[in-house]
């Protein structure tokens, strides 16, 4: 029976947080959307369910009713700590959704007061005396408050959340923290006695964290970042709620031919492909022939594949220049290029696993979304880590109730993620 449910706002937090449970010796499995009770049976091998929704900048009602129902799937599942995970630069408006999906679990839960730690000090984000930095540049300067949907335009984080709750948000700071377990329990209980649901914590360096997370090991709900979750296994384990595991990132092994799907354009991913195509078969799409005839595109890639998939890994890619991603888009419309190159490259996905592909590696976060729904997937394992953030995943899709299930390993990496050589390293460590 799973210990720990987590919900996170988004799907690549989502990946992050699941990874990193993983590297702290859990068995993680992450789940896209409010499962079914179908999704939730037969997590007994898992240690930590991690729910990934779409909830970061949807409207407060709609992201507080999807974490809740998240929250009730948790709790038939077993299990008993519950983490509320959002980004570790806070990404909300004065209107939520933190604040009022955090109090909404807290209501659902009976309980009166969580944590609120967004510090990733691994990654750059500290918070001090309530003040979130990015690099050592406050928040609010960091660029971020440039962001389309979540422009965060205060680094005052009791300031900011404020707005967003009904009760009162409270400060744990690192004065305080550095007294130690008990200093932060007794300040908790001070902040539960005026009212405060919510009490943002400082965190400077994953010591901080590793001593608030001991402070609150018995805390049904945290919420925060994934710098605060890496925090908490140890306290669980030393308390005998979860068993050490030496293997807790280990998938089954995947025979079966590797290709690679890339529809990102991020600069990192150019140049992750360029490294890629030189030394094995590679094919571009054209937007514009995709336009044309979109089935045919797809009938022609996976024709040009199928023979060469017992050589090795194939690469295919719409990836392109900024110059000529805006040419495509400037004759298709740009929300009509992206949803018609996600569609081409998601067909070609399941026609290579149809060809044989039990190893495929995705590049492009919406990319990524659109391959795994077209694959019908909703259940990752949580496997080893290819780079910070990027684990491989073992997923089982369904063709037919006549046909077997097919057991497929994927990776699915956002845009900017992963070293130059991403690609071939993956098949490397994979399973
Ligand atoms: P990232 O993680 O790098 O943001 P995404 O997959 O999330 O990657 O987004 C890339 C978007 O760009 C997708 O909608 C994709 O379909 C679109 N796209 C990919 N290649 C091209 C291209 N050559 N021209 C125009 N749009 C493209």
């Excluded at 779409?54 to 009713?65: F, L, N």
């Excluded at 408050?145 to 700071?173: A, F, K, Y």
């Excluded at 710098?227 to 089954?252: C, H, K, N, S």
């Excluded at 390993?409 to 690609?423: E, H, Q, R």
Aim: with cysteine; proline share 6%; charged share 20%.
């Amino acid at each position: 029976m799973p210990f720990v449910g987590c919900i996170a706002d988004d799907f690549t937090g989502a990946t992050d947080l699941a990874n990193n449970l993983v590297r702290e010796g859990l068995r993680a499995v992450q789940i896209i959307g409010v499962p079914s009770a179908a999704d939730m049976a037969g997590l007994d091998a898992a240690d930590a369910v991690i729910i990934a929704l779409k909830t970061r900048t949807v409207p407060v009602d709609e992201a507080v009713a999807q974490s809740r129902a998240a929250l009730e799937a948790l709790k038939v599942a077993g299990c008993q700590r519950f983490f509320f995970k959002y980004c570790s630069t806070f990404d909300s408006t004065p209107e939520g959704n933190i604040g009022p999906v955090a109090e909404a679990l807290l209501a659902d839960l009976g309980e009166a007061m969580a944590i609120a730690a967004p510090a990733f000090p691994a990654n750059g984000r500290t918070v001090l005396n309530g003040e979130l930095f990015v690099d050592g540049v406050p928040l609010n300067e960091s660029g971020m408050q440039n962001h389309p949907l979540t422009p965060m335009t205060d680094s005052n984080l009791v300031r900011w959340l404020g707005t967003q709750c009904r009760g009162e948000v409270g400060l744990i700071d690192h004065q305080t923290i550095d007294a130690g377990v008990e200093a932060i329990r007794d300040r908790a209980a001070d902040l539960g006695e005026v009212g405060v649901t919510l009490a943002i914590v400082d965190g400077k360096d994953e010591q901080q964290l590793r001593v608030v997370g001991e402070a609150f090991a018995d805390a049904r709900l945290i919420t925060g970042g994934s710098g605060i979750a890496m925090g908490l296994p140890a306290p669980w384990r030393a308390a005998g709620q979860i068993e050490a595991r030496a293997d807790a990132g280990g998938l089954a092994e995947f025979n079966g031919a590797t290709a690679v799907i890339s529809g990102s354009c991020s600069v990192r991913t150019r140049e992750q492909v360029a490294a890629f195509a030189d030394c094995h078969p590679s094919l571009g799409l054209d937007p514009l022939a995709i336009a044309d005839n979109p089935e045919g595109a797809v009938a022609e890639a996976l024709a040009w594949a199928e023979p060469k998939l017992s050589d090795g890994p194939v690469l295919i890619y719409s990836t392109d220049s900024p110059d000529a991603v805006l040419a495509a888009q400037s004759r298709l419309g740009s929300a009509e290029a992206g949803a018609l190159i996600e569609r081409a490259l998601a067909q070609i996905s399941l026609g290579l696993v149809d060809a044989g592909v039990r190893r495929l590696i995705v590049a492009g976060g919406e990319t990524s979304g659109a391959v795994v729904s077209t694959l019908g997937i909703q259940v990752l394992r949580i496997g080893p880590q290819i780079d910070p953030g990027v684990p491989w995943t073992g997923a089982r899709l369904s063709r037919g109730a006549d046909a077997p299930p097919i057991d497929l390993a994927l990776a699915l990496k956002s845009g900017n993620f992963g070293g130059v050589d991403f690609f071939t390293r993956a098949f490397e460590v994979c399973p």
